[in-house]
């Protein structure tokens, strides 16, 4: 039975209609509008029409439902009804077969004319089709860019002040050809203090609130170390000189107030070679606070101390001016101590395998947390280990903005 589409005009017979998707897809031939179109082999044209209008008639509604169809699928539809196998311009070659070889002469020609004319339609349709749909696509899938974009998870945590003041520093110290050098937390006494000068039962000792763990059979104790100094130690007993390292770490000492925690954090420098001097350690600290602090004009004064494993030892402080709680450097009346050091004593050169006739060398400690604190402008030392999550939101970097010294530190 010959079904069609609901819609007046709609010549997707043939296949379901995209406008009726209720109408199964089955090849019908043509009612309504095409009753009027008479095939030529079954010389049913009507009396007065000659197979040439019901051809023309024919191609007319075919264009008529190409410029009609509004989606490829619809123009689909009208292709497989006037072009398929079973085709109303095919069903008309189909005929060709059975005419005289006068009539196929004028009608064959007439007829694939025909096919060409909506061939070339089908394609040109096709074609406006197939841009609308592609600037329709293009019209809804615009990305507004001031749409605020939400952060992507790797965005959403937060550096720890700590590890970004860590990565300053060695970003700083690496540009210079400084090597990184790390050390155990759990430390010998032999490392700790023995091989740095500290002689047993040396007052020095007590300068340090040691935390000891039990002691061994043999009566030796290991401990949490008191300072990164071992970590110079360590690199000296397994380098030759020259040695250019620093040693950043954990650290641990009893004690506990608003400026010290029992674990706080140094880092640790040493250089080593035959002419290594005063001089150079002076430029090679100045060059780090200017880096550091991000700001070009910073004073400096080195105070005489004392330190076992240093001789000269020296306390090296910078001036800044305290303004309505900021700290502004190069200027003002305070100093404040940010690290200790010296020429290595020669004891503990010998201690470590180095020659003290030879070489000699330089070293220095500095506390991280009190610069990052200084830096950042955090005002409690505690806070930095207390894992307080608006701490980190407030204090805390983003990880992506890796510090490097081209594109800033603090500001990438
Ligand atoms: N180890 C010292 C401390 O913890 C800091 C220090 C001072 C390290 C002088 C050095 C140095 O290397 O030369 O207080």
Redesign the pocket.
């Known amino acids: 039975m010959a079904q069609r589409c609901s819609k007046r005009r709609c010549v997707t017979f043939g296949v379901g209609c995209p406008a009726d998707p209720h109408a199964p897809p089955i090849f019908i031939i043509p009612t309504g509008p095409f009753e009027r179109i008479d095939l030529p082999s079954r010389g049913a044209g009507r009396p007065g029409r000659s197979p040439m209008s019901t051809l023309e008639n024919l191609q007319s509604q075919i264009l008529a439902a190409v410029a009609e169809a509004s989606d490829e699928a619809a123009l689909e539809a009208v292709r497989v009804a006037a072009l398929g196998k079973k085709g109303s311009i095919s069903a008309l070659l189909a005929t060709l077969g059975k005419m005289s070889p006068e009539e196929r002469k004028t009608e064959g020609a007439a007829i694939n004319l025909a096919k060409t004319v909506v061939s070339d339609a089908l394609a040109a349709r096709r074609d406006i089709l197939k841009n609308a749909a592609l600037d329709a696509r293009l019209a809804s899938e615009t990305i507004d860019v001031t749409l605020p974009l939400r952060e992507t998870p790797a965005e959403q945590g937060r550096i720890h002040p700590l590890s970004q003041v860590m990565d300053e520093l060695t970003t700083i110290f690496a540009d210079m050809g400084f090597a990184i050098a790390e050390g155990p937390d759990i430390e010998t006494d032999d490392y700790n203090f023995t091989k740095l000068n500290f002689p047993e039962g040396h007052p020095a000792r007590e300068m340090h609130d040691t935390f000891y763990f039990n002691p061994k059979p043999d009566g030796s104790r290991l401990l949490l170390r008191t300072?990164t100094?071992p970590v110079?130690v360590r690199t000296m007993l397994s380098q030759k000189p020259p040695i250019r390292v620093i040693c950043p770490g954990r650290t641990y000492r009893s004690d506990s107030d608003q400026t010290h925690t029992p674990m706080f954090h140094?880092v640790?420098g040493l250089v080593i070679d035959k002419g290594s001097h005063l001089g150079h350690l002076k430029w090679i600290l100045h060059e780090f606070c200017k880096a550091f602090f991000e700001v070009d004009n910073i004073n400096m004064r080195f105070r005489p101390s004392f330190?076992p494993?240093?001789e000269p030892?020296l306390e090296v402080d910078i001036q800044c001016r305290r303004d309505k709680g900021e700290i502004r450097f190069g200027e003002g009346e305070d100093w404040l101590e940010i690290l200790?050091?010296?020429m290595v004593h020669p004891n503990v050169l010998t201690a470590c395998g180095i020659d003290p006739e030879v070489y000699q060398g330089f070293?220095?400690?500095m506390g991280i947390d009190r610069i990052a604190m200084l830096k950042y402008g955090m005002s409690d030392l505690r806070q930095l280990f207390e894992g307080d999550v608006r701490f980190l939101n407030h204090y805390g970097f983003k990880p992506l903005d890796v510090p490097t010294l081209a594109g800033g530190l603090s500001n990438p």
Do not use: I, L, N, V
């Open positions: 300072h100094s110079q140094q640790e330190f494993f240093t030892s200790g050091c010296g070293a220095w400690g």
